[in-house]
């Protein structure tokens, strides 16, 4: 069963990303988790709790405001590879990431 992952920005924009079973198993969660980890890194993200912890949802949050609204829109295989690795970390069918709100639902 496919996965669909929803991006939405406070502009209105939302961005919706299919994720496929075979495109889903070849993605471990140890990549998942390396892949948000360059990526957090590569934006100079910034740690939402005081204490520095960061959770997975800060961090698919995160990487997703601080690549914006744009990169959703210009590099469809970004998109896709952002789409992948959250839907293996999650593991949930329908995933919401509202970047205007800092929220994740399912």
Not at 54 to 73: M, P
């Amino acid at each position: 069963m496919a996965r669909t992952l929803t991006v939405a920005f406070g502009t209105g924009k939302e961005f919706g990303l299919t994720i496929g079973d075979a495109e889903l198993a070849a993605v471990t969660e140890e990549a998942g988790w390396r892949w948000f980890d360059r990526e957090y890194a590569e934006l100079d993200c910034q740690a939402s709790s005081p204490v520095g912890k960061v959770l997975v949802i800060d961090k698919i949050l995160n990487v997703a405001k601080f690549s914006g609204e744009q990169r959703f829109a210009d590099d469809a295989a970004w998109a896709q590879d952002y789409a992948r690795h959250a839907a293996r970390l999650l593991d949930r069918d329908k995933v919401r990431v509202d970047v205007g709100n800092a929220a994740i639902s399912f």
